[in-house]
């Protein structure tokens, strides 16, 4: 029988934002399955997702609820082990039984995106990222990019500018 206890409790847990963390073996796991499912991708390098790009899309999974990832936040690899070696970000927190603990700070970190190449690897990471964490297929990822690119690259009519990577980047929204 269903109690209104139990559905406190559920509603709760959907609610709290609490995300499992993935492992990084198995982030690595499904990254090389990705790798050797998709072989003309090169997912590495620039195009390789940093796992907290994975982990915003795995809270999706978790918190059964649709966000929206902008494409800035698509961070590489490279980027992301640059910042943790520059600084950790470190607070205090105080618990609901009045303990205090040593928690990390969250903040986005944010890539640059200044041309068409930097817009390809974004759109790029944030496709492997999506179907690592089982809530996109890549080749959804793909088809939106080469969609934006083809907009990007499209001579502009008459009277007309360029389309830009800032317009591209507001239509994604």
């Not at 944030?126 to 690119?149: K, N």
């Not at 001579?155 to 500018?161: I, L, N, S």
Request: aromatic residues 8%; charged residues 30%; hydrophobic residues 40%.
């Amino acid at each position: 029988m269903f109690y209104l206890e139990d559905f406190k409790q559920q509603i709760s847990a959907a609610t709290s934002g609490t995300q499992r963390k993935l492992t990084h073996l198995e982030f690595q796991d499904r990254l090389s399955a990705l790798r050797k499912s998709k072989p003309g991708a090169q997912l590495t390098g620039h195009n390789e997702p940093a796992p907290s790009t994975v982990q915003r899309f795995l809270s999706m999974w978790d918190n059964d609820a649709v966000d929206y990832v902008p494409l800035r936040e698509c961070v590489k690899v490279e980027e992301c082990q640059a910042k943790i070696k520059e600084s950790k970000n470190f607070g205090l927190k105080v618990g609901a039984n009045g303990q205090v603990q040593v928690v990390e700070n969250e903040h986005r970190q944010k890539t640059a995106l200044v041309d068409d190449m930097e817009l390809m690897e974004a759109m790029n990471r944030r496709a492997a990222a999506g179907q690592i964490a089982c809530v996109m297929l890549f080749d959804t990822g793909i088809f939106l990019r080469d969609l934006y690119l083809k907009f990007l690259r499209k001579k502009p009519y008459e009277g007309f500018r360029q389309v830009t990577v800032e317009q591209l980047e507001r239509a994604d929204r």
